[in-house]
């Protein structure tokens, strides 16, 4: 593993699949009484959240505590970032206190890549989602997701499974980080949108691109429907939120097109009856909650490879952890 | 006025000779005892260079540059005239500005200063500013630009094309497609839709360098073209000037050298308005600048301090320096491979920029009698580029740790060494 995680394109498949067998053991914590691990005690995360983002804030700071790091948040709101203080100002502050990994999730693009390379700061930086990049932890996740009910039964990989990825490819760092990976691991994808919404030179990803929902879904593994923004609505992307419905929405009737074993997924948080109607996501498919659960183990296992975890997180000779 | 004897000087890059500068005037074929001697021997001597787009910064931006500072940086550059662009803070929209800003030059005496004056009324695109009146004031302005902004509206910019001609002035267009362009912050293409940055397509400037090529053919006015970026940009002035329509151009050093490959880094040095653009397009603009349908270099001289560009990509202000690296840049680009003489350097960042400037003291050979504004250029050398060298108030330079050929060794202005040696006079 890299010292940061900035894109899901830094993540070798040897690396990727560390990530998601790392999280399969930290998982499995999640069953026991004590959800708690020592492995970063004494190190200190900071989650420096310019956007607001309550589920992915919350999911790394569970990870990190189970992790037994301590774990400072540092939101936009109510703090100097909202009275004009820089990235630099802030990240040198964070530096001067000491901190060991920065968890941040910024409105610009690429605020990750300063954030480590401008010398700034020696922490580690795990991007939590910049602008309209990417958002590495959430692609490992979906796979993760994907990898626990599709793996099984592929000789432990994702292989030569079909993901559809459908929505607003354009604005979505979900699906840039979703489709690098998971061409990493070896799933074909394909994504499904309007034209208005994939991004000009989408033909050089090493993904397939459909304008057709319903000639994608009967031959997909997964589908992974992206939120819809409001404001893409009056954007002039697509005429009316109706005709985005009727056109890229998932619902019973698309539902019912799917192989037996394919799963729905869904980043969050959902425009129920926009991009997805809610006895879809509320069906046995519907794996969106378990997605949540994985996040947190997840965000543990990329925490705990860039802080140096070369062992076990977990003993494996029943010692106590 | 102390006289100078340039001894062995490559004129134009061609055989060694000697010039007198006695006067503020060139003098060819006679020596003088009392002279001080610049050895130039290896040297080419160019006529002083002209830059038809500089930022100066001043009135407003005093942090990022002043008429002084940046007139020093040109001058490191071999340039003996610069255009002042409008951007500034006041607009430079009234004759009282553009005089201000001509005043300060003359005061710092590194540069003539030419002030460009606004189009439209604090570059806002409503309503045409007093063109008359700055054309009319001491500083003589004759280049009007909205540069930063396009006058987008394709009535206002009939209108001001038409205006101009009574004082034979020239508008300068910053073609952007407002709309097109919305947040835009690199070049549209695959590598924006890779870093999940907003992408500003070539078609956004092509489509405005078209309607504005038809227009000034409809009306009969003179068009310039600020910092060309795009092939298709190319394309649409050589077809315009096959028309007869006169239609002038400009290409930045940046854009004749970098790619938008840049970008990839997310540091905001690269950021630039135009961006950055593909290989296939840095190689139609140097095609283009060889075959004349480019006309000009002009830098585009763009400062900033350093806090607005020490930030996220999104956050910091678009623009580079390019004043002290200019004339290496075009060695680089355009002499070295072959595609430009020095004759032909002379003509597209002196004698062209002046034309279209209709700036009388510059841009003139280096013959018997023209005024002595001479930079003497060392092509044989190699340097690596520190921005803490920068005489420029500003270290926003995209070049810092390249590698570049050539040195401006000495520079004349009106007879009087600005540089020597390659340092400030």
Known sequence: ???????????????????????????????????????????????????????????????????????????????????????????????AMGCDAVVIRHGASGAPHRL??????????????????????????????????????????????????????????????????????????????????????????????????DGVLPKADAVMMLRVQRERMSGGFFPTAREYSRRYGLDGRRMATLQDHTIVMHPG????????????????????????????????????????????AIATDGADA | MSTYLITGARVLGGEATDLLIRDGVIVTGESDADA????????????GLVDLHTHLREPGREDAETVLTGTQAAAMGGFTAVHAMANTDPVADTAGVVEQVWRLGREGGYCDVYPVGAVTVGLAGQQLAELGAMADSAARVRVFSDDGHCVSDAVLMRRALEYVKAFDGVVAQHAQEPRLTEGAQMNEGELSGRLGLAGWPAVAEEAVIARD????????????VCHVSTAGSVELIRQAKASGWNVTAEVTPHHLLLTDELAASYDPVYKVNPPLRTAADTEALRAGLA???????????????????????????????????????????????????????????????????????????LEDGAPANVVLYDPSVRRVVEAAESVSLSRNTPYAGVELPGRVVATFLHGKPTVLDGKLC
């Open chain 1, 1 to 95: 593993m890299n010292k940061h995680l900035l894109s899901a394109a830094d993540l070798s498949r040897d690396d990727a699949e560390l990530v998601l067998r790392t999280a399969e053991e930290m998982r499995s914590l999640a069953d026991r009484p004590i959800k708690k691990l020592p492995a970063l005690r004494g190190r200190t995360v900071v989650n420096l959240f310019f956007e607001d983002s309550t589920r992915t804030r919350i999911s790394f700071e569970a990870a990190a505590k189970r992790l037994s790091a301590d774990v400072i948040n540092f939101s936009a709101k109510g703090s100097s970032l909202s009275k004009g203080e820089s990235l630099k100002d802030t990240a040198l502050t964070l530096e």
């Open chain 1, 116 to 213: 480590a390379n401008s010398g700034w700061v020696r922490a580690s930086v795990v991007n939590a989602g910049d602008g309209t990049h990417e958002h590495p932890t959430q692609a490992l996740l979906d796979a993760f997701t994907m990898w626990r009910h599709l793996g099984a039964r592929n000789g432990g990989t994702l292989d030569g499974r079909r993901i559809a990825i459908v929505g607003d490819v354009l604005h979505s760092r979900v699906a840039r980080s979703n489709a690098l990976l998971l061409h990493t691991l070896g799933a074909e994808v394909t994504l499904v949108a309007p034209p208005t919404l994939f991004p000009v030179g989408v033909e050089s990803w090493p993904v397939e691109t459909s304008y057709d929902l």
């Open chain 1, 269 to 312: 948080p959902m425009v129920r009856g926009m991009e997805i109607t809610a006895d879809v996501a509320d069906s046995d498919r519907s794996v969106i909650v378990e997605q949540v659960t994985n996040g947190v183990a997840v965000r543990m296992a990329v925490l705990y490879l860039l802080l140096g975890g070369s062992e076990p």
């Open chain 2, 36 to 47: 001080e001697v610049v050895d130039a021997t290896g040297l080419v001597a160019l006529p």
């Open chain 2, 213 to 224: 090529c038809l227009l000034a053919a409809h009306v009969g006015s003179r068009l310039h």
């Open chain 2, 291 to 365: 075959d004349g349908t480019i006309d000009i270099v002009a830098t585009d001289h763009a400062p900033h301090p350093h806090e607005d560009k020490d930030c996220e990509w999104a956050a910091a202000a678009f623009g580079m320096l390019g004043l002290e690296t200019a004339l290496s840049v075009v060695q680089e680009t355009m002499v070295d491979p072959g595609l430009l003489t020095w004759a032909d350097v002379a003509d597209r960042m002196s004698y062209a920029p002046a034309r279209i400037g209709r700036v009388a003291d510059h841009g003139r050979p």
